[in-house]
């Protein structure tokens, strides 16, 4: 099976049946606002068979890269995201994911996960100087707007 997708005919047919996976691929076009994560994403799940379908529940893990959002500089961190969802033969469209077949894609739970924990606006620990500084002279004023202060309200 390529990528993300498991077989998963023994659980179907056995309910109450278990199996741990662990899978370690790259994933393309994760990508947030301002962070992405460029290296492969690492997944590992329980599967239990219940009478819906089949839950995953586990942890998957991805590194992040991105540009401090205050002084522009590269920076990087570590996802660490519990999981646990449902796969079903009819899944409910935002709440559980397909089982087609006798297989099931992880690939779509990776990116919803992944996608909510990257950072919006990452910046350094501990908090940096901003790349860009107003002048510290606060009378000097700026000559397109020197107009505005003739004004009586």
Same mark, same amino acid.
């Given at each position: ?5 498991? /077989? ?43 009478? /819906? ?51 099931? /894609? ?31 002279? +606060? /009378?000097?004023? +700026? ?11």
């Amino acid at each position: 099976m390529p990528g993300f997708r498991i /077989d998963v005919a023994d659980l179907l047919s056995h309910p109450g049946a278990r199996r741990e996976v662990t899978l370690t691929e790259p994933v393309e076009g994760l990508v947030g606002t301002s962070a992405r994560v460029e290296g492969p994403v690492t997944i590992g799940v329980t599967l239990d068979r219940i009478s /819906d379908g089949i839950v995953a529940h586990g942890m998957l893990g991805a590194d992040w890269h991105a540009d401090c959002s205050r002084c522009l500089e590269a920076m990087s961190g570590r996802l660490e995201v519990p999981v646990d969802e449902l796969f079903e033969p009819t899944p409910v469209e935002g709440e559980t994911y397909p089982i087609v077949g006798h297989e099931i /894609d992880l690939e779509q739970l990776i990116r919803d996960s992944v996608l909510l924990e990257l950072p919006l606006a990452p910046h350094c620990e501990p908090p940096c100087e901003p790349a860009f500084s107003p002048p510290a002279d +606060d /009378d000097v004023t +700026d000559p397109r707007w020197a107009a505005l202060s003739e004004l009586e309200l």
